[in-house]
């Protein structure tokens, strides 16, 4: 269903806050800037919310817009299941790192799903963003939607760095469908997860990166080496040239 901008604020106003749960699905709303800048404001009044599922998927949010609503989030204190869908939303390399620092202050967070596919936000975006949640020292559950977005060779690499030096993550999920990783990013941050010391569940998802059948086992054979995994799932489309 979709709602207009005065159907949402309409929505918005009969809330109670004292929810500890809350849903909320505005995909393909048109929502812009200012509807997200608005809803931020309702959701910096919910205290004692634990849980938190936002699909944003394409709604024209940008920079300032995810620059407000991160800030809003970081006010919340009581937040400890977060989702986040924010696809196809013109955020660029400088929105998804503002977005990163908030979420780091946040902290009590221990489970993030974010979904950040179709972004541009490119090699430095990815990198800045994954530097930030490493000061999430709770975050147990990290599931990382980053498909469509060219981060590159060195994005890939210095996210697997990055990842490694989680403290408590347990369950780790990335998605990278056509991010142009290319077998030596793949490979290379493969490797760097695996020096992790606390990773028990990986999947990771290298669809469509130029990656051929010797390097898939090979980042099996990595990864398998170092990590103690419970469960283990590479997802690679098979490209032959």
């Not at 490119?122 to 939607?145: M, R, W, Y």
């Not at 690499?157 to 403290?167: M, R, V, W, Y």
């Amino acid at each position: 269903m979709r709602f207009s901008f005065n159907q949402i604020k309409s929505l918005l106003d009969s809330f109670v806050v004292d929810f500890s749960q809350l849903y909320l699905d505005f995909n393909q709303n048109k929502l812009g800037e200012q509807g997200v800048i608005d809803l931020s404001g309702y959701l910096s009044n919910c205290n004692y919310l634990d849980n938190l599922v936002l699909n944003l998927d394409w709604n024209l949010i940008g920079i300032q817009g995810i620059q407000i609503l991160g800030s809003k989030l970081a006010n919340n204190k009581s937040i400890k299941n977060l989702t986040l869908k924010l696809c196809g939303n013109n955020l660029f390399a400088q929105g998804i790192s503002d977005l990163g620092i908030q979420l780091s202050r946040m902290p009590k967070l221990q489970s993030l799903n974010i979904y950040l596919g179709q972004n541009c936000i490119k090699s430095q975006g990815i990198i800045d963003f994954s530097t930030a949640l490493i000061n999430c020292k709770n975050l147990q559950v990290l599931v990382l939607f980053i498909n469509g977005n060219n981060i590159g060779e060195q994005g890939a690499i210095t996210l697997g760095s990055n990842l490694s030096k989680f403290q408590n993550l347990k369950e780790l999920a990335i998605y990278l469908h056509s991010c142009n990783t290319g077998n030596k990013g793949a490979y290379m941050m493969c490797n760097q997860i695996s020096k992790s010391k606390s990773i028990t569940n990986l999947m990771i998802d290298l669809n469509q990166n130029q990656i051929n059948n010797l390097n898939k086992l090979k980042l099996e054979a990595q990864i398998k080496k170092t990590l103690r995994l419970s469960k283990l799932k590479i997802i690679l489309k098979i490209q032959c040239y």
